[in-house]
Structure formats: structure tokens, C-alpha cells
């Protein structure tokens, strides 16, 4: 599904993300963990385009997808969250969902300056579709809520809403249970399996080490931007390299 | 279409209509007329910087070549109002999209200080240009026609820019809400965001960017028609801080609260009787008070307020 390639990005000579590799199988969750700085949220922004690569690439379903836009991942049915929400204040959370349908509505400025009934009619149904996201992602409630006035746990389901809105193949979750309590962990955990259950392919970022071991099915370990190891739940376990660097004792 | 019978809508038609009756004299409607069509531009202007929030300091500089195109087409080349106004709108279409295009590739402010630029140089060659647009002392333009019939009188120019407010409120209110709308406003929210979603960042700052222009130039073509008398200063810094103020206090993304916003801006000079050369200072001044105390504008702070009574 996707096939990270000797990928490496530099920030000015530090280097964040350094000659890593992996694979994300189809269909799997497959968690990417590592310390604070490991480099995990600049791999995510190298694969979704949001940065380009200082050099290796990234093939998505054997496409060549290195240097793409984010715009244009999006058509190719990759979708993703955010670390620190990047939700639209400016909008209501029903709008913020819809967005995730831009390019299967006629988009054009022109289009809609008119707004002819044939449009109208589509965005209607699109709001139909976005309030169906929201009750997936468990913020059906806030369907008539504006983005300013939902409380922080709410919006970081709507930012899950919302890349599903845009129907995509493969979702990058980047520490959705990050400033949630442990109620709220567990109930994301459990909408990640049921993501995943609905045949998605989704790629995780999270601290959360019993969320992690819990739900997925690989795991890609980070530390200092290097690979340190990538495979099975319980292969990285028991990777005494990992256990060192970075699980500790404690996991065992 | 249905847009047209919203009750905001049909209240700011029935207002227009009303106004000549209830004030039948010409100063009040040649004010009308002038806010009408700074409406018109601030309508485009909130498009780029509402919606948009992308930031334009030297919009004026589009009224202007938009006034130039058609005083200088119409009086040196001796064609047809419609025809010049059309081609200037094209052309300043053109040369908004070569501004934005290279430098949209760019990030963040770049836009602010090339519009601020732009702005300068307009100016410059409007007092240069000697031989086309007669200098810093301006030229006379004849008036509006249409076909043969010729747009004459306080009331029928009022009735045209009514009738075109009308049709811009319109427009903005149904880009709204329609997905290319809340792609603009996406990219105000959050660029990223916006980009994951399959936004085309700089494509749609581009087309927003020409629209925007385009706005202006039309309404510039009217106002040199209408003024009979154009000078470079309709380039100057000081139209396009207007401009911004009234986008900025009357409401960033709100239609109407830019509406309101030129009402304000072209008519409280008028009340006070001028500013006698602050204007600069009171513009800046109402432009920081709302910053500071109502950052989203008069009409959304005010619809906020009432909607938490409501509920
Ligand atoms: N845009 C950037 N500019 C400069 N340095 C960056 C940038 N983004 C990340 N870094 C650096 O790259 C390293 C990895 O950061 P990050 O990918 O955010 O780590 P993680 O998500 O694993 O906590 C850190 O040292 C960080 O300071
Ligand atoms: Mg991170």
C-alpha cells in the first residue's frame, strides 16, 4: 500500500527523518512510535506531501508519489489528522466536514457565484453525508455547533470527520488520543478499530504505548529521525535494541 | 437564484428602493451612489481578504487602471463604454494574475507587500503617462452609454448601481456556502487543512486574487463614468486603506458587514463634513478599535451577541 524508500528530510543540517524505511501493508493499522523529536510527525508530512523529501521517495499503491502536493494526495485517497488541530475556527464543524468533499463537488469559483439548483442540490446531500461522518466519529451532536465553541476532545474527532470525508484509502492519524483522558483513549482506540474494520488502511502516530500494542497490527519505531525497528506488535516487543532505547522494562 | 428572496437580501432591496423616495435629494443620492459602488469593490475586496484572508493593501490600484481603461479607450480611441470596460476588466484580470501568480508560489506575506507595490507603480505611470492619461492633472471621461442611449441623471445612476450591489451581494452570498466558498474560507482557516482536503492552495489564491481584481475594475470603469474626471490619486494609498477598513470593520467574510462597512466609510466623512486631513488618522484609529475590540467586524460580533440571547 505504501512503500517508504530511504526517505530523509533535513532541517537545515539537523536531520529530522534519516534514510528510513518501511512498508504499510493494506488493510493494517500500523503504528509509527518513537520519543518526542524521533522525527514521527516530519514522516508524516514527507508522505502526505506537506514537505518534500531532502532525498529517497515514497510509492503509494506502486505510484510514485514523492513530491506531490497534499491537494493532490487527496484525489489519490490519502487523507490525514493533525498533531496540533488544524481545524477551520473560521467555520462551523458541519462546513469544516464538508470541506472533506471538495473534490467531488464542482469546486469551481464560477460555479459557485452562480450556485444553480444542480449544485445546491449536491451540497445539500454533501451536508447529509457530513452529519453521517460526524455521528461515525461520535460528534454528530455538534452537526449546528460553529468549530470555535467544541471543546478540545470534540475537535479532535472532527479533524478524524473530516479525512474521512474526503473517502480516502489510507488514513495517517497523528496522536488522535494526544490531551485526551482515559475514557476518551479508549473510546478513540475503539473508532480506529472500527475505521480500520471498514477496510482502511491507517497509519498511527501515539504515545499511548497500551493503545499502540492494543490495536496494531505492525509497528515502525523511530529514535533520532533512524529506523530502529519496524514489524509485528510483538517482534518490536521483544527488539532489545527497542527495549533499551526506548520501551524500557516496563512494557514487558 | 433563490438567493435573491432571502429576507437579508429583500431588506437591503427594499432599503435601496426606498432610499430616493425618503431622501429625494441629489446630494443624499450621489452618496449613495458612491457607496454603492465602494460596496461593489469591498464586496470583491472581502472575496481575497474575508474569505480568503489573504491581505491587500493597494486594491485601489485595480479601481483605478479599471478607470483608466475606460477613460482612455472611450476619449483616445473613441470606443464604446461597455466595450472598454469589458476589455479593462479583462486586462486587469491578466496583469492580477501575473502579480499572483509567481508570487503565490511563495509563502505568507508576500501577497501584502506586492499588492502594496503594485499600488506604487499604478500610480507612477498614471502621472507619467502623460500622453495617455494626461498626468497627475487627470482627464475628463465622457458618459456612460449603452448602445446609443446615454446613462444621464443622478436617479438612472443610482438605478444601475443598485441593481449591480444587488448582484454582487448575491454573488458573495452564494460563494459562501457553495464548496469553492468554503475552500476560500478553508485556506483563512488553515492552509494545511485546507491542502489535505484537496484544496488547490495556490490555485485557488490565484482565481481568488483575479476575482477580487475584477470587482474593481468594473466598478472603477463605472466611477470614471460617473465622476466625468479621474487623477491618479484614485490609486493612492489612502482609497486602498479605505477599501481595507471597510472590509475589516464591517466584518471580515460577511457580506454584509462590508456593505455596512462602506456605508460607513464613504458616508460618516460626509455627515462630519470631511476630515479636513485626518482621515488617515481616523481610518487608522477605527481600523485598530475594531481589531483590538471586535475582531471579527461589526456585523458578525453583533450576530454572535444575538444568537447566544437567542439561545
Ligand atoms: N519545520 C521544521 N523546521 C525545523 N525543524 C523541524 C521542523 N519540523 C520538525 N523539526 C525538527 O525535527 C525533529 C523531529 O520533529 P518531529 O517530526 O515533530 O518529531 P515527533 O513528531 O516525533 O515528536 C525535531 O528535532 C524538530 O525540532
Ligand atoms: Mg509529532
Redesign the interface.
Known sequence: MLDINNLSKSFGGVMAVDDVTFEVASGTIHSVIGPNGAGKTTLFNLI???YTPTCGNVLFSGKDITGM???QL??LGM??T?QNL??????SAC??V??????R?????L?????L?A??RR?AE?RDEAHGFMQFAGVGQYVDAHASQMPFGALKRLEIA??L??KPTILLLDEPAAGLNHTETGEISELIKKIAGSGLTVVLVEHDMKMVMNISDFVTVLNYGTRLASGTVAEVRQNPEVISAYLGTSVQ | ???FIRPSVLIVIFVLCMLPFAFPNAYIVDVAIRICLAGIVAIGLNLLMGFAGQVSIGHAAFVALGAYASGVATIRYGWSPLFALAVGAVGVAVLAYLVAKPILRLRDHTLTMATLGLGIIVHMVLVNEVAWTGGPDGMAVGPMKIGDWVLKGEMSWYALVACLLVLAIV?SL??F???????L??L???E??????????PS?KV??FV?SAVFASIAGSLTAHYNSFITPSLAGFMPSVELATMVVVGGM?STFGVVLGACLVVGLPQVFGGFEGFEMVFFGLALMLTVIFMPKGIVPSFAQRFAKRKS
Open positions: 502526505t506531501g506537506v502536493r497534499p491537494d487527496a484525489g487523507s490525514r493533525f488544524r481545524v477551520c475556527m473560521n467555520m462546513e469544516n464538508m470541506l472533506g468533499a471538495h473534490l463537488l464542482n469546486h469551481g469559483i460555479a459557485g457565484m452562480a450556485n439548483p449544485l445546491a451540497d454533501c473530516r479525512a470525508a474526503t | 437564484m433563490k438567493t454573488i452564494n460563494l456556502s457553495s464548496p469553492a466558498g468554503r475552500a474560507r478553508a483563512h482557516g488553515s494545511v487543512a485546507a491542502a489535505v482536503m484537496g484544496v488547490n492552495v485557488f482565481r481568488v476575482l467574510a
